[in-house]
């Protein structure tokens, strides 16, 4: 009886650090989360597991909430795990990108950060 009752606990354990890794979260950005860069000529954002190209998206603003045209969103080659986007050109200041996506085993994650232009 203690046998089977540690192992469903370890098959419960199992199940549970399988759901949490089941979402793509966001692993590293260009520009860097909170960095001071010069003119980007790209957002590429780099994730846990491969997403959904149609059902994910990026919108970048400036500190006064005007959204920037950025280009269309496109995978970074074959590499379905990497949103990249052209930016236009940027005059000095802050910015805000914000991003969902939805994983290839459909979850959804957003979030958002900030960087900033240099003059």
Do not use: C
């Not at 890794?21 to 860097?32: C, G, I, Q, T």
């Not at 957002?43 to 994910?56: D, Y």
């Not at 959804?108 to 900033?116: L, P």
């Amino acid at each position: 009886m203690r046998a089977l009752l540690i192992s469903a606990a370890f098959v419960e354990l199992l199940a549970a650090s399988g759901a949490a890794e089941a979402h793509a979260f966001l692993l590293k950005s260009d520009p860097v989360v909170g960095a001071t860069v010069a003119m980007p000529k790209a957002l590429r954002l780099e994730f846990s597991e491969a997403v959904e190209l149609g059902f994910s998206g990026v919108e970048v603003a400036n500190a006064s909430g005007t959204v920037i045209k950025a280009g269309m969103v496109h995978y970074a080659g074959d590499d379905r795990k990497v949103l990249m986007a052209d930016l236009p050109q940027l005059p000095a200041g802050a910015y805000r990108v914000t991003w969902h996506v939805v994983s290839v085993d459909t979850h959804r994650t957003e979030g958002d950060f900030g960087f900033t232009v240099k003059p």
